[in-house]
């Protein structure tokens, strides 16, 4: 059984690198044949899908935040990892990362997944 879990700062201040961590365990990212996803939840807002990263290391954005976005693996840790730079109030929100067996570019809703984190909360503040 797959599980994931989230971790990084709860508060980043205006213009810094949001840096977040999911630890995997019940698979191997590199072997495990899932794709690993960074999903966000503003308040009072849906799901946002931010991007994926494959079992073989390629990557795939949201045209919206390919930009600022950087999603990577370290295969010795079992862990997947994004980056978030130049943030703004308007990333504050629940951060979640996902498994699942399909690419579904863009996947928002919970049943496209086959597990989901916990979720942790990020607020952009000074």
């Known amino acids: 059984q797959v599980q994931l879990q989230e971790s990084g700062p709860g508060l980043v201040k205006p213009s810094q690198t949001l840096s977040l961590t999911c630890t995997v365990s019940g698979a191997s990212i590199p072997t495990g044949y899932y794709y690993w996803s960074w999903i966000r939840q503003p308040p009072g807002k849906g799901l946002e899908w931010m991007g994926v990263?494959?079992?073989?290391?390629?990557?795939y954005y949201s045209p919206s935040l390919k930009s600022r976005t950087s999603i990577a693996r370290d295969t010795s840790k079992n862990q997947f990892t994004l980056q978030l730079v130049s943030v703004t109030p308007e990333d504050t929100a629940v951060y979640y990362c996902a498994a699942s067996t399909r690419l579904i570019l863009g996947a928002v809703t919970k049943n496209q997944y086959d597990c989901w984190g916990q979720g942790t909360q990020v607020t952009v503040s000074s």
């Open positions: 990263i494959s079992y073989s290391g390629s990557t």
